[in-house]
């Protein structure tokens, strides 16, 4: 395994990545104990700061799908959810269950960082909208078979597990029939180019093909930050081997006159390939 030196940290992550001892950057083979640990650590050491930098643009009570700015009011993805019960993987501050509530979901978020859920609690007292959270790795969901009409992640979750084969096989079993899975990730074409938003972003450095997690680590090379690729057909056969059937792809354009740079997403890039990926399927 080679090490390199971490990148001269930008402001959204320069505190985590002190709080954790962040020294150099890898690709390497990380378990399930080493990831989900890395994970839970760094949300929670990066919780403040991203809800101090995104809050605003995801809002309290809101459906944003991506940092294109697709929102679910306008793309119906999930179709009617009025009366319906509705798991969210990997809510974060939750802003999204919070919307689903408004339309009269009966929605439960959950998430892995105790962090993140302690902005979903202060959303939830801001907005008077009381989801009930629960605190789980989505691997293994807390939840009753066949008792979910739908389940949604907006970018939770599903980056930063070892086995999509084990949350889909979850997502599946809470299920009714019938119900949908839609989640949003970063799109797989992302990976072969840095982690830039500006010029340098354009360049392609990194093999497609290649699975080897990005992990950052700490000065006794345990893991600070893990997050895994997949190729498109990695998602497809994993739905499948959940039992879950592909509807659609969706890979939003970047919109006219959207000028907000979010970490590697920026007008420049979003000009010339996809950066969200949103895959809409179903449990026959």
């Known amino acids: 395994m080679s090490v390199s030196p971490a990148p001269a940290p930008d402001d959204r992550h320069a505190r985590a990545e002190e709080r954790l001892g962040t020294m150099g950057t890898s690709y390497r083979a990380v378990g399930t ?21 995104h809050g605003e643009f995801l809002g309290d009570a809101e459906f944003v799908w991506c940092p294109e700015g697709v929102r679910e009011a306008d793309a119906g993805l999930l179709g009617p959810v009025a009366d319906k019960r509705v798991l969210e993987v990997g809510c974060g501050q939750a802003a999204c269950a919070r919307w689903l509530a408004q339309q009269g979901a009966r929605v439960v978020g959950m998430d892995l960082s105790g962090g993140m859920l302690r902005h979903a609690r202060e959303g939830n007292r801001r907005t008077g909208l009381d989801v009930p959270l629960l605190q789980a790795t989505a691997e293994r969901l807390p939840i009753a078979t066949a008792s979910m009409d ?3 992640s907006a970018f939770g979750a599903v980056p930063f597990v070892t086995s999509i084969d084990a949350v889909f096989t979850e997502v599946s079993r809470v299920l009714r029939p019938g119900g949908a899975w839609v989640f949003s990730v970063t799109h797989p074409m992302r990976w072969i180019f840095p982690d830039d938003p500006g010029p340098t972003g354009l360049t392609a450095t990194q093999p497609y093909f290649d699975r080897t997690p990005y992990v950052e680590v700490g ?8 997050e895994y690729h997949r190729t498109l057909g990695d998602y497809v056969r994993a739905l499948a081997g959940a039992g879950l059937t592909l509807e659609d792809l969706i890979e939003p354009e970047w919109p006219e006159g959207h000028t907000r740079t979010w970490g590697q997403w920026s007008p420049l890039r ?8 949103i895959f809409r399927t179903r449990k026959p």
């Open 270 to 277: 979003g000009k010339l390939f996809p950066g969200t990926a």
């Open 150 to 152: 739908l389940a949604c």
């Open 33 to 53: 104990r080493e990831a989900t640990a890395a994970n839970l650590a760094w949300w929670d050491a990066d919780a403040d700061d991203y809800q101090a930098t």
């Open 219 to 226: 000065e006794d090379g345990e893991a600070t930050y893990v």
